[in-house]
Each structure stands twice: as structure tokens, then as C-alpha cells.
């Protein structure tokens, strides 16, 4: 068991942080969301990229970093053969047709079931009229 004198060593916990609410709030401040995102106290932007010190780069080197990026992680992507893409258009090819067919032949179906029906009920309000 352990003695009294061990657990006066313990640091106690720390109280969790007073919640602040509306009615809290001076009259006349700001709401406490009003801030948009990203803005720091003094309006400035509160967030930057990691390790960006300084002035920011301009619209031209922006942009030629940005094509550079491109066809760098271009030069990475691994491109199907030219067997692959044949071979993946001609399986894409005949599923259009399957399901197309498919689609025509239920579509005729139906048709031919609800004009039957119409002749049948055309029929029906004519031998009771």
C-alpha cells in the first residue's frame, strides 16, 4: 500500500479552461468568431507555408515554379503503354455496346407492354360505354 506522505508529492491536475461565452463578453465587443480564416489579430495572415521567411515571391516566379513543379511531377507519373490503352478502349468500347443494346431492348419491352395495356384499357372502356 502506499503511504499518505507518497501521494502529497503528486502534482495536482490542472483545472480546465474557463469556457467564455456570449453573455460573458462586454457589451459592444466583437463576436468571438467574427474573425475570418486566416486572420491574424492585426488583420494580417495568420497562416504562412513552413519555412517561407521573408517577402513573398512575385506573380512571374510564382508561376514559373508552378510550371517547374508540373513537369517535374509529370516526369514522375508512370504512363499505361500504348497495349494497355488499346486494350482497356476496345474492353471500354464493348461494354458501351452491351449495355446499350441491353438498354434498346428493355426500353422496347416496355414500350411494348404499356401499349398494350393502353389498347387493352381502350378496349375495356369500350365495351363498357
Same mark, same amino acid.
Request: hydrophobic share 45%.
Given at each position: 500500500? !502506499? @503511504?499518505?506522505?507518497? %501521494? ?10 474557463? =469556457?467564455? %461565452? #456570449? ?5 459592444? !465587443?466583437?463576436?468571438?468568431? !467574427?474573425? =475570418? ?12 507555408? =513552413?519555412?517561407? !521567411? ?9 508561376? #514559373? ?8 511531377? +509529370?516526369?514522375?507519373? %508512370?504512363?499505361? #503503354?500504348?497495349?494497355?490503352?488499346? @486494350? ?14 441491353? +438498354? &434498346? ?6 414500350? &411494348?407492354?404499356?401499349?398494350? +395495356?393502353? #389498347? &387493352? *384499357? ?5 365495351? *363498357?360505354?
Amino acid at each position: 500500500m !502506499a @503511504n499518505k506522505e507518497d %501521494s502529497d508529492d503528486l502534482p495536482l491536475p490542472e483545472p480546465p479552461p474557463e =469556457r467564455v %461565452s #456570449s453573455t460573458d463578453a462586454p457589451v459592444g !465587443a466583437p463576436a468571438p468568431r !467574427a474573425a =475570418r480564416f486566416g486572420e491574424g489579430p492585426e488583420g494580417e495572415g495568420a497562416r504562412r507555408e =513552413r519555412g517561407v !521567411a521573408g517577402a513573398r515571391a512575385g506573380f512571374f516566379a510564382r508561376t #514559373s515554379q508552378f510550371l517547374h513543379d508540373v513537369r517535374a511531377e +509529370l516526369k514522375r507519373v %508512370s504512363w499505361p #503503354s500504348a497495349s494497355d490503352v488499346k @486494350n482497356t478502349t476496345i474492353i471500354v468500347v464493348i461494354a458501351v455496346i452491351f449495355f446499350a443494346v441491353y +438498354l &434498346f431492348a428493355v426500353d422496347r419491352g416496355i414500350t &411494348f407492354v404499356i401499349t398494350q +395495356l393502353d #389498347s &387493352f *384499357l381502350q378496349w375495356l372502356v369500350g365495351k *363498357l360505354a
